[in-house]
Nanobody
Framework: QVQLVESGGGLVQVGGSLRLSCAASGNIVSIDEMEWHRQAPGKQRELVAVIALGGSTNYADSVKGRFTISRDNARNTTYLHLNSLKPEDTAIYYC???????????????????WGQGTQVTVSS
């Protein structure tokens, strides 16, 4: 099985910064896309940022120029740097990754999206 664990959330003032981390563990062969999503109270979950295996990135318009996604393939980890935070950035942030892993010691290979449990980011005004 595969597990994704986020960390780095917290309470920050308007204009502040945070760095979120998401580490994948398990019998991982490779990880393709790594994504950050967020869900604010009473709202649908939305895609915030995506990074491909090769490093290309895409961002939601609402975070462009303020958030930066990166990854460390050797550590199976993705990061989200949040800068110039606004109250509307308050949400639970989730990572998702398309993971190839072995179900047993020698296989079979499984390909699926895996979600983390989320980390709370609260921006106070």
């Amino acid at each position: 099985q595969v597990q994704l664990v986020e960390s780095g959330g917290g309470l920050v003032q308007v204009g502040g910064s945070l760095r979120l981390s998401c580490a994948a563990s398990g019998n991982i062969v490779s990880i393709d896309e790594m994504e950050w999503h967020r869900q604010a109270p009473g709202k649908q979950r939305e895609l915030v940022a995506v990074i491909a295996l090769g490093g290309s990135t895409n961002y939601a318009d609402s975070v462009k120029g303020r958030f930066t996604i990166s990854r460390d393939n050797a550590r199976n980890t993705t990061y989200l740097h949040l800068n110039s935070l606004k109250p509307e950035d308050t949400a639970i942030y989730y990572c998702r990754a398309y993971v190839v892993y072995l179900e047993g010691p020698f296989g079979p290979r499984v390909r699926r999206y895996a979600w983390g449990q989320g980390t709370q980011v609260t921006v106070s005004s």
